[in-house]
């Protein structure tokens, strides 16, 4: 226990300051809508926040396009294998995220689509 004026004064103001961080930080996992699974990946470092959906307004289009590909295995007309490679479309890029997220184990299903 506090002995002096200042001592009180600064618990008491911890005690403000905590109370404040703390409806802060409630109020920031509320907005996030962390699931609690969610929640314990970010902690335990097996999960990470990203967006819900990739577009290039967030950088993602930018960041993703022409980084997949797939290679096709052919015969030519002598009858020599041959492989080619084609770039994943942006609009696979997209599906194949959109299902990923929809799959999570750490979405949450309070605004379902």
């Known amino acids: 226990m506090p002995?002096?004026?200042?001592?009180?004064?600064a618990a008491l103001l911890a005690d403000t300051c905590d109370q404040l961080v703390h409806r802060q930080a409630d109020a920031i996992l509320n907005?996030?809508?962390?699931?609690?699974?969610a929640a314990l990946a970010l902690m335990e470092g097996e999960a990470v926040v990203m967006p819900k959906r990739l577009t290039a307004e967030n950088g993602m289009k930018?960041?993703?396009?022409?980084?997949?590909?797939?290679?096709?295995?052919?015969?030519d007309?002598?009858?020599?294998?041959?492989f080619s490679s084609v770039?994943?479309?942006?609009?696979n890029i997209k599906a194949i995220y959109a299902a990923a997220?929809?799959?999570?184990?750490?979405?949450?299903?309070?605004d379902a689509e």
């Open 101 to 110: 997220v929809a799959a999570s184990p750490y979405k949450d299903n309070s």
């Open 62 to 75: 930018y960041a993703l396009s022409g980084e997949f590909s797939e290679t096709f295995e052919s015969t």
């Open 77 to 82: 007309f002598d009858g020599d294998q041959c």
């Open 87 to 91: 770039p994943v479309s942006w609009t």
């Open 3 to 9: 002995d002096t004026a200042r001592e009180r004064l």
């Open 31 to 37: 907005a996030l809508r962390l699931t609690d699974a």
